[in-house]
């Protein structure tokens, strides 16, 4: 159905990886491999995308890559279609979202993709994970994304009253990490709303 209205099924799956990966960039090959698709269909469909706007790339290291566009005139309403994956058709089961076994490791309040991820390296960690974390689950997360990304990853974790008390007092370290380029699996409170939204939100 979406393959259908959308035009080719290489198509809705780069979608999906963009508009559920915000702020994330990748490389051709690396696309390639996370949807399972030919390089030359992925290609086709990528220059299709960036003529259109709905993504935008830039070189970086000789390497050319692609993110989704927020400044696009229709990214709401896409990213409300393709931002949490739709599932394809057959028996693939590969998650184009790093999103969801986030949830499996705990009472996790705010969970962020940063430095790999966004290619923005202040920050100095790939991964950061705040709240009340199971350490067995945290290790297995951080090895299957390691493996997933074919990269060893550094990462913190604190709890919510250490993350609480570094921000207040304006830690270094906190401070990188909130004016870093980053993506949000996870923020339990609103920590990186604007507060403008967080009081809409609470009046509503």
């Known amino acids: ?3 259908q ?23 051709v090959r690396e696309i390639t491999r996370k949807i399972d698709e030919q390089i030359n269909s ?21 390497r050319l890559y692609y993110e989704v566009n927020q400044k696009y005139d229709y990214y709401e309403p896409l990213s409300a279609i ?35 991820f966004t290619r923005d390296e202040r920050s100095g960690v790939d ?9 067995t689950q945290l290790s297995k997360y951080i090895s299957e994304l390691e493996s ?13 009253d ?14 990188s990490i909130m004016k870093s380029k980053k993506q949000i699996l996870v923020d339990k409170k609103a920590v990186l709303q604007p507060k403008e939204l967080v009081k809409q939100s609470k009046k509503g």
């Open 1 to 3: 159905m979406v393959e």
């Open 5 to 27: 209205l959308f035009g080719s099924k290489t198509r809705v799956k780069l979608l999906q990886l963009f508009y559920g990966n915000p702020n994330r960039s990748f490389y």
């Open 42 to 62: 992925v290609r086709r469909e990528l220059a299709n995308l960036l003529s259109i706007g709905i993504i935008s790339s830039d070189t970086n290291n000789n």
């Open 82 to 116: 393709f931002g949490n994956p739709i599932s394809t058709q057959g028996d693939e089961k590969e998650q184009v979202n790093e999103s969801k076994p986030v949830n499996l490791l705990g009472n996790v309040e705010l969970a962020l993709l940063l430095g790999h």
């Open 127 to 135: 991964v950061l994970i705040v709240g009340d974390i199971n350490k």
């Open 148 to 160: 997933q990304e074919a990269k060893e990853l550094r990462y913190a974790v604190m709890t919510s």
């Open 162 to 175: 250490d993350f609480n008390y570094r921000l207040e007092v304006h830690d270094r370290f906190i401070d």
